[in-house]
């Protein structure tokens, strides 16, 4: 990876293409925090450009080339197209152009960098990290895929050493990042539209894990088997490897694991080291997959001396992410809850996490995720749905992404049926539909979860406004 030091050394006024999104969102409010003049532009408004605004950071709306004509440096985002007109101003006017992911590795790999890479539970190990590191004085600097409930935002500038930050393998741009610490938390079959195929995306994690500085950590979950036969290829290297999961034969793990309205607690045993040590846990938020994210953070705080007393205290008031199981209300004795899950593995963890609190039904809207997911992962929600009672699939949310002839939300539904899914199942393809459904066959004591990673919040507010 080139070194951009030099160039954000003498850089002044730094301009973000696409400044609205979650990532470079991120990434402003921690330029700005280090000094430099932050502004940028979106196409369209966000709560994210809300709370740049509220930061004194300039958010245009829409693109003009008059934007970027006095930037030192213009930052882009990969949902920006190359014929954008303040990309096209930039390169005429030799203005340094960087990706988001550029400027992301900068700011990580000049710090004690933390990074958290994983199919699933990266925002959430993230979000789980930073609170305790923040709760211990450790002031890090934090950024966060999603909106973390007890930052109110999605980035801090802190100054302290330790840089925390997710690393997304969507388009191999971890690649570009050398933590102190590196934290894996799964590795699935995803973005297809990137990888070949499973192995390729295994190679991409590899090399990951390879790029750890050589005085670093790793941190893997060892209940994935595959995680854990990279052990010997770890053997002869200096970098100490911590396992962490449910398995007894972890590094750290989980026992005595308990379930009740919506919140979970176990004991957190560390044999790392001679001793074995118990510690009890509680979590205000429910689901094995978020007992594993907390077995990660505390595998970081294992290698960084924190405090596991102050560690558990600063959990015990987690509450969680935006759009991660996110109780947005509840009318006429009828709970709502929204959540970001769109793969097979994150859909069925979720439903196994609302089953802890389970109403008289569990209704469930389903928004499948770009075309190429559901092409490739359509016969991995067998089975991942069968925690609720009525199933409505609606039509799938593109990203950006251009059609595929025959796939659609009925694609899903038919698969579901093709492979013996016994609840109720309704195709609704447009959200309006979807909230006129629910208006009129929800009952008292309801769940309705809506989950996916496009646009299906919108039902959400809609119901809740209604």
């Known amino acids: 990876m080139p070194d951009f030091s030099d160039i954000l050394k003498k850089a002044r006024k730094i301009f973000l293409i696409g400044i609205g999104g979650a990532g470079m969102s991120a990434i402003a409010q921690v330029l700005d925090g280090m000094g430099y003049e932050v502004s940028g532009s979106d196409m369209k408004e966000s709560r994210y450009t809300g709370v740049l605004r509220s930061k004194k950071i300039n958010v245009f709306a829409g693109h003009n080339r008059v934007n970027v004509l006095d930037a030192d440096i213009v930052v882009y985002s990969n949902a920006i197209p190359e014929n954008n007109v303040e990309m096209i101003a930039a390169r005429e006017k030799g203005t340094p152009l960087l990706a988001r992911s550029d400027i992301l590795a900068w700011i990580l790999n000049t710090g004690d960098g933390i990074a958290i890479a994983g199919t699933h539970g990266k925002t959430t190990t993230t979000s789980m990290i930073a609170l305790i590191m923040r709760s211990v004085s450790l002031d890090p600097v934090i950024m966060v895929g999603g909106e973390l409930n007890e930052l109110g935002s999605n980035a801090r500038y802190g100054k302290g050493n330790y840089v925390i930050a997710e690393a997304c393998e969507s388009d191999g741009s971890f690649l570009k990042y050398k933590p102190f610490v590196s ?108 007992i594993r994210n907390s077995l990660a953070a505390f595998s970081v705080c294992s290698v960084l001396n924190v405090d596991m007393e102050k560690a558990a205290d600063a959990l015990r008031s987690f509450t969680g992410v935006k759009r991660r199981f996110e109780k947005r209300g509840e009318k006429n004795g009828v709970m709502i809850f929204d959540d970001y899950a769109h793969h097979p593995t994150e859909v069925k963890a979720t439903l196994e996490a609302a089953t802890a609190g389970k109403s008289s039904r569990i209704i469930v809207v389903f928004q499948p995720h770009r075309y190429t997911r559901l092409a490739n992962l359509k016969d991995k929600f067998s089975g991942c749905f069968d925690e609720g009672d009525i199933l409505v699939v609606t039509d799938v949310y593109g990203s950006g992404e251009q059609p595929i002839p025959g796939i659609t939300g009925k694609t899903l539904v038919d698969s579901l049926v093709d492979s013996g899914f016994k609840k109720k199942i309704i195709y609704i393809p447009k959200l309006s539909d979807v909230v006129e459904y629910l208006e009129l066959n929800i009952k008292t004591n309801d769940m309705v979860l809506l989950m996916g990673a496009g646009d299906i919040t919108r039902v959400t507010d809609e119901i809740l406004k209604r």
Do not use: C, Q
Request: aromatic fraction near 16%; hydrophobic fraction near 30%.
């Open 183 to 290: 934290v894996v938390t799964n590795i699935e079959g995803d973005h297809f539209d990137f990888y070949r195929d499973i192995e390729d995306i295994r190679e991409s994690f590899k090399r990951f894990i390879y790029n750890t500085r050589p005085d670093g950590f790793l941190i893997m979950n060892g209940d994935e088997e595959y995680l854990r036969d990279l052990r010997d290829i770890f053997k002869s290297d200096s970098k100490e490897v911590i396992y962490y999961g449910i398995g007894h034969w972890n590094h750290i793990y989980a026992e005595d694991i308990k379930f009740s309205n919506f919140a979970s607690s176990y004991t957190l045993v560390s044999r790392k080291g001679k001793n074995k040590r118990k510690l009890k846990v509680n979590l205000s938020i429910p689901g094995f997959h978020n």
